[in-house]
Structures are given as structure tokens and as C-alpha cells.
């Protein structure tokens, strides 16, 4: 894997790798976010389970060298008209992660499991010792 140098784009990978061009340093922290979402799918689905990753947990410095992000071309049908299975133009975003905050499955999954958490955590919270010590003492 020998480093190719193109004048005003930065640096590629080489020929074997198709040239994958090294993302500029003013978009890594957007190119973070989106790669952090992507690495945080296994929160959305509770049933899904991924491997982890080798740059998880370490921040834009965690990104690969080379790598680019691309977007989802829509599909047609062999009469030229447009799939049903294509996201109609409201359900499109901007990003991956604005498209996730939007969907309504991965939001009511996170908000039960919010509401789990508050539950557990305010088992714990003021005012909790006297009503254990209330439901410890004998009723008679």
C-alpha cells in the first residue's frame, strides 16, 4: 500500500484501494459524529449485537487514516419509476444521525430504556430510606 500524493486533494491510498482519498482535517469532527453514530447502532436495536470496533471509545483520533462516507443512491424499477422501498423525500435528512432522531422505533426504545434508567436510578433518591424504613415496620 504505497501513498500517492494528488495535488489540492491531500493524500490517497494507492491503486489497490481504488485511491481512497484521507478525509481534510476541517471535516473530522463531522465525519465523527457520523462514524459515532454508526458505532452507537447497538443502542437503537436491542435485538442486533455487532462486533466492536478498534477505534471505539477513543475520539477523532479512534477515525481510520483513510476512509470516505457515501450516500444511498435510490433504486428503480425496469420501468423507470421510483421503489417503494427508497425513503420518500420527508423521511430524508441531512445526515445518518438526523435521520435516527428521527425514526420512531430507535425513539420510543430509547425513551423506555431513559425511563427505566430514571426509575432505577430515583429508587435511590431522596426520601427513598423512610419509606423503606416505613415499609419495614410491622403493621399492627
Known amino acids: ?10 493524500k490517497a491510498i494507492g491503486p489497490d484501494w481504488f485511491d481512497l482519498p484521507a478525509p481534510p482535517e476541517a471535516d473530522l469532527p463531522r465525519l465523527h459524529r457520523e462514524v459515532e ?5 447497538n443502542q437503537l436495536d436491542p435485538k442486533r449485537f455487532y462486533k466492536k ?3 471505539e ?15 444511498v443512491v435510490n433504486t428503480k424499477t425496469p420501468f423507470d419509476t421510483a421503489s417503494s422501498e427508497n425513503l420518500t423525500r420527508a ?3 441531512r445526515t445518518l444521525v438526523d435521520e435516527l432522531v428521527e425514526d420512531e422505533e430507535s425513539r420510543r426504545y430509547a425513551k423506555k430504556k431513559f425511563n427505566q434508567l430514571q426509575d432505577a436510578r430515583g429508587s435511590r433518591g431522596r426520601g427513598t430510606l423512610q419509606a423503606r424504613k416505613a415499609a419495614r415496620r410491622g403493621k399492627w
Not at 504505497?2 to 491531500?10: C, I, R, V
Not at 453514530?37 to 447502532?41: A, D, G, Q, V
Not at 471509545?57 to 450516500?71: E, N, R
Open 57 to 71: 471509545g477513543k475520539g477523532i483520533k479512534g477515525l481510520p487514516k483513510y476512509f470516505a462516507i457515501g450516500t
Open 1 to 10: 500500500m504505497a501513498l500517492s500524493t494528488d495535488k489540492g486533494k491531500g
Open 37 to 41: 453514530s454508526l458505532r452507537l447502532r
Open 91 to 93: 423521511e430524508r435528512k
Open 53 to 55: 470496533e478498534e477505534g
